[in-house]
């Protein structure tokens, strides 16, 4: 009766260890590696991160502590994180909303600060001419779209069929992929890098390509 007992026990005390791991969650780690750039790509060397605070579950907690210079061990992933980043450098760092989703995350932090260039106003920032070789090139519609390289900024823009241009107001200095569309056809894009407010663009096109046929406050990239 007494191995009975004993044999009992040991099955019931055996259930519950294994019920106890099994229901004990395994916390998903990331490895985060941050890369601090200014709004032209430039990489920057005097930066501290000031915080990494989850804006999820757990709302509030700083995970500055688990960061060895840009590189933090241990986050928690599939969670949202508000980063700090102060830099020696003023057209760098600055607050970013960041997802990390994998088990060794790379996130670029790049950012433009407003140092005095950006002027409101009904005025544009940059004003893009097209000139075609053709007048029927531009009648199926044609738009230009500028996307942020390293800022997370887009904005699009229809050239006028009268004035053959067309206007973007919320554009800052850095690095943009420019593209150029007719219909549903990309006729070219260009790496261009805007410098101040009150830029000109000339693009001539000939069929499937374009040029920069003169411009003031931007340039090509790498120029």
């Given at each position: 009766?007494?191995?009975?007992?004993?044999?009992?026990?040991?099955?019931?005390?055996?259930?519950?260890?294994?019920?106890?791991?099994?229901?004990?969650?395994?916390?998903?780690?990331?490895?985060?590696?941050?890369?601090?750039?200014?709004?032209?790509?430039?990489?920057?060397?005097?930066?501290?991160?000031?915080?990494?605070?989850?804006?999820d579950e757990g709302r509030g907690r700083d995970y500055l502590d688990h960061f060895t210079g840009t590189v933090g061990r241990d986050i928690p992933y599939g969670l949202t994180y508000r980063a700090h980043v102060k830099c020696a450098d003023q057209r760098a760092g600055g607050t970013f909303l960041v997802s990390v989703g994998r088990s060794d995350e790379f996130l670029v932090l790049a950012s433009w600060l407003n140092l005095g260039d950006y002027v409101t106003g009904p005025e544009a920032r940059l004003t893009v001419a097209v000139r075609?070789?053709?007048?029927?090139?531009?009648?199926?519609?044609?738009?230009?779209?500028?996307?942020?390289?390293?800022?997370?900024?887009?904005?699009?823009?229809?050239?006028?069929?009268?004035?053959?241009?067309?206007?973007?107001?919320?554009?800052?200095?850095?690095?943009?992929?420019?593209?150029?569309?007719?219909?549903?056809?990309?006729?070219?894009?260009k790496q261009i890098e805007f410098v101040a407010a009150s830029a000109n663009l000339e693009l001539t096109i000939s069929g499937q390509s374009c040029?920069?046929?003169?411009?003031?406050?931007?340039?090509?990239?790498d120029q």
């Open positions: 009766m007494r191995i009975l007992r004993w044999l009992s026990l040991a099955i019931v005390s055996g259930l519950g260890a294994t019920f106890c791991i099994q229901s004990a969650p395994q916390q998903k780690a990331s490895t985060v590696t941050l890369r601090v750039l200014d709004s032209f790509g430039k990489p920057q060397s005097d930066c501290h991160l000031r915080e990494f605070v989850l804006l075609p070789t053709q007048e029927t090139e531009l009648t199926n519609g044609a738009w230009i779209k500028l996307v942020g390289a390293y800022v997370d900024r887009t904005e699009v823009d229809k050239i006028n069929s009268e004035s053959h241009t067309a206007r973007f107001y919320h554009v800052v200095p850095g690095k943009y992929l420019m593209m150029l569309f007719i219909g549903d056809r990309v006729i070219c894009t040029n920069m046929a003169s411009q003031t406050g931007v340039k090509l990239a």
